[in-house]
C-alpha cells in the first residue's frame, strides 16, 4: 500500500495536538548516561544511545505529512532483541528538549506499505506540536514501502518471526519503552498516550485496539489496511483483468470514463462539487460510453467494449470462476493512478508498474523474490489468493479484530476511510464496523468506544477532491480526555481557486446531505441523514445552528439585508 516508494499511508501522523504543559521548565539531559535500560517483560535491551537534535528538517515528500523544519529534540535510539530470535529491533524516541515545550502526552506512531514504522516522516509533526514519540523498523530493513522481501529468510522459508514483529509485537514494544524513557527524561509519565497511524499504521491502530489497549488511552487509526492478505491481493485484480482482456488501459482512458461518471453521479447529494458522496447510490455502466470519441494525450480515442469490460470488472472486484465475489472493487469515481498504472513508453508500448503485490506474492508465496508475477495467469492469481489465506493471513488476525479487549479498557478508537481511496477499498472498514454493530450491542453501544467516518472524495490517507479531517487528533484527545465524543469529524480543503472548503462529517452510518440553501463549500449548509443523535445532548440546537449557518449564506447572496442572529 504505497505510491511508490511513497506510502501513502501517508498518513495523518503528524496532525497531534495538545498543549497542556509539564509543570517544570528545566531542560532534562539528552545524555546516553541519563537513561538506564527500561525493563519489558520478553525484551533484552541490546543498545540505547541519546543525542540531541537541533534544526532537524523532514522534507514535505508525502502527502498526508507535512514537511517540519527547525525542529529541536532529544532522539533516544533503542536497539533489542527477543531472547531465542536473532531479530535486532530498532526504536526511536523523540522527546521535545524542554518540560516546557513537552505537551505531557505520549504518541505511537505507524507504519506505512510493509515498513512497520516510518521514523522522521512520522516523528517530526507529532513532536513540533509537543508529543513524545516514537516510531519501530520491527526488526527489518525496507527497500521502499513497497518491500517486503525481509520477510523472506536466506534458506527461502518464511520469518515469521519479522512478521509477527511487524504486525503486533512491535507495536506493544515501542509504546511500553517509549513511555518508559519518557518518563526517565521529564521525571513524570506522560498523563496520556495515544496511537496514530494510517494504511498500515491504520491496521495497527485496530490490532493495538484487539490486543494491547491498555498501553495507549487513544486510538487514531484511518484508511486501515483491515485483511491485509486480501487487499494486496485485491490490488493486483487490475492488473490481471486487463492481461486477460489483451489491453492495458491508460491513465487518460480510465479518466474519460471517471470523468463521465462523475457528470453522472455528482449531484446525488445535492451539490456538483466533484465529489461522489455515496457510490453506492450510483448505477453508472460503463458499457453506456461505448463509441464515445475523446481527446487522450492529443490524440481522438473511441471507447471501445473491452476498455468498459475492464473498468465494470474492476469496479465489481476480484471474483473466482464461479462469480463468486473474494474482494471489493473500487468505488466509482476513484483514480486508477495507484492500483492499474500503466505508463506508456516513446515507442508506444505499454507496461505494468506494480504497488508492492509484485513483493508481497513473490516473497511470501512464491518465494523466488525474481518471480515476474506478469506471467501469472487469472486461475494462477486465485490459486495463490487462497495459499496466502492458508499460509500468511491468520498470523495476524487482522481481518475481523476482536474488540471485546478495547471495550474493557476504556480506551477509545477514532477511525475514519476515504470514500475515494484508490488503495484500500472503503467498503472494507464500512464492513467491519458493520460486523461489530452486529455483535457488540448495536451502533449506539459501539459508539461508546468505537467512533467511524466515512470521508467522501478524500483518497489514500489524503488528497483527491473532499475535505481532509484536519483535525482528527485533536477531536480524539477531546473525547478521551474532555468526553467529548465527536458527533462529527471536522474537515477542510483547500480548492483549485483557492477557496477554503469545509465540512462536518457524519459519524457512520450518516451522510451529508446538502441543506439546498448557502455556499456549499461551507459546512453549515450540510446536514447529517442516517445517523441516530438522541443519545447526544444538544441534538436540536446543532441541527438548528447548522441549517441557520446556511440560511444566513443564502439570504447573504440575495442581498435582501436580512440578519438572522
Not at 472503503?426 to 464496523?433: D, G, P, V
Amino acid at each position: 500500500m504505497l505510491k511508490s516508494s511513497l506510502l501513502l499511508s501517508s498518513l495523518a501522523i503528524g496532525r497531534a495536538f495538545g498543549a497542556d504543559d509539564a509543570s517544570d521548565s528545566q531542560t532534562p539531559r539528552c545524555e546516553t548516561s541519563a537513561f538506564n535500560n527500561p525493563t519489558v517483560p520478553g525484551v533484552k535491551i541490546l543498545s540505547l544511545i541519546a543525542e540531541p537534535r537541533h534544526n532537524h528538517t523532514i522534507p514535505h515528500i508525502i502527502p498526508a505529512i507535512p514537511g517540519v523544519t527547525d525542529l529541536n529534540f532529544c532522539e533516544v535510539e533503542i536497539h533489542l532483541t527477543h531472547p531465542g530470535t536473532d531479530d535486532n529491533v530498532r526504536i526511536a524516541v523523540w522527546l521535545p528538549f524542554t518540560a516546557e515545550s513537552w505537551n505531557g502526552r505520549w504518541q505511537s506512531t505507524g507504519g506505512g506499505g510493509f515498513t512497520t514504522g516510518m521514523f522522521d516522516f512520522a516523528l517530526g509533526n507529532p513532536v513540533k506540536d509537543g508529543y513524545a514519540a516514537g516510531s519501530t523498523d520491527g526488526g527489518h530493513s525496507s527497500d521502499g514501502y513497497g518491500d517486503i522481501s525481509w520477510a523472506l529468510k536466506a534458506d527461502k522459508t518464511i520469518n515469521y518471526n519479522l512478521l509477527q514483529n511487524h504486525g503486533t509485537r512491535s507495536l506493544a514494544d515501542m509504546t511500553q519503552i517509549g513511555k518508559i524513557i519518557t518518563k526517565q527524561y521529564y521525571g513524570i509519565a506522560p498523563h496520556h498516550s495515544y496511537w496514530n497511524g494510517c494504511s498500515q499504521g491504520g491496521r495497527q491502530g485496530y490490532m493495538m485496539a484487539a490486543q494491547y489497549p491498555h498501553l495507549v488511552d487513544g486510538i487514531l487509526a484511518s484508511a486501515p489496511a483491515l485483511g491485509l492478505t486480501d487487499i494486496v491481493m485485491a490490488n493486483f485484480h487490475p492488473n490481471i483483468v486487463m492481461k486477460e482482456a489483451g489491453f492495458l488501459m491508460s491513465q487518460c482512458e480510465f479518466n474519460h470514463f471517471r470523468k463521465r461518471l462523475l457528470d453522472e453521479c455528482d449531484v446525488f447529494d445535492g451539490a456538483k462539487d466533484g465529489i461522489i458522496m455515496d457510490p453506492e447510490d450510483c448505477s453508472f455502466d460503463p458499457a453506456a460510453l461505448v463509441g464515445e470519441k475523446f481527446d487522450c494525450d492529443g490524440t481522438e480515442t473511441e471507447v471501445t467494449q473491452v476498455m468498459a469490460d475492464i473498468v465494470r470488472k474492476i469496479q465489481e472486484g476480484p471474483r473466482t470462476r464461479f462469480g463468486g465475489r473474494i474482494g471489493y472493487g473500487y468505488a466509482y469515481g476513484t483514480t486508477m493512478e495507484w492500483i492499474a498504472n500503466i505508463t506508456i513508453k516513446e515507442d508506444g508500448q505499454r507496461e505494468p508498474q506494480y504497488l508492492g503485490m509484485d513483493s508481497f506474492i513473490a516473497t511470501l508465496l512464491v518465494k523466488d523474490p525474481t518471480f515476474n508475477i506478469s506471467t501469472l495467469s487469472y486461475s494462477d492469481y486465485i490459486a495463490l489468493w487462497a495459499q496466502a489465506n492458508g499460509e500468511v493471513e491468520w498470523l495476524n488476525g487482522d481481518r475481523v479484530p476482536d474488540l471485546n479487549v478495547l471495550r474493557a479498557s476504556g480506551t477509545k478508537l477514532l477511525s475514519w476511510h476515504g470514500i475515494a481511496d484508490p488503495v484500500i477499498p472503503y467498503q472494507i472498514s464500512k464492513t467491519y464496523r458493520e460486523r461489530m454493530e452486529a455483535v457488540m450491542g448495536g451502533s449506539s453501544a459501539l459508539d461508546e468506544y468505537y467512533r467511524f467516518f466515512l470521508v467522501p472524495g478524500v483518497e489514500h490517507c489524503a488528497g483527491g477532491n473532499g475535505a481532509y479531517p484536519a483535525k482528527d487528533m485533536e477531536q480524539l484527545v477531546d473525547w478521551v480526555e474532555k468526553g467529548e465524543a465527536p458527533r462529527t469529524l471536522f474537515a477542510e480543503k483547500i480548492d483549485e481557486e483557492g477557496e477554503l472548503v469545509t465540512r462536518d462529517l457524519c459519524r457512520f452510518p450518516g451522510k451529508m446531505k446538502y441543506l439546498g440553501i448557502g455556499d456549499h463549500k461551507r459546512a453549515s449548509s450540510w446536514g447529517c441523514v442516517g445517523v441516530d443523535d438522541s443519545d447526544d445532548e444538544n441534538l436540536v440546537d446543532q441541527a438548528d445552528e447548522s441549517f441557520l449557518g446556511g440560511l444566513k449564506d443564502r439570504l447573504a447572496g440575495l442581498g435582501m439585508g436580512l440578519k438572522i442572529n
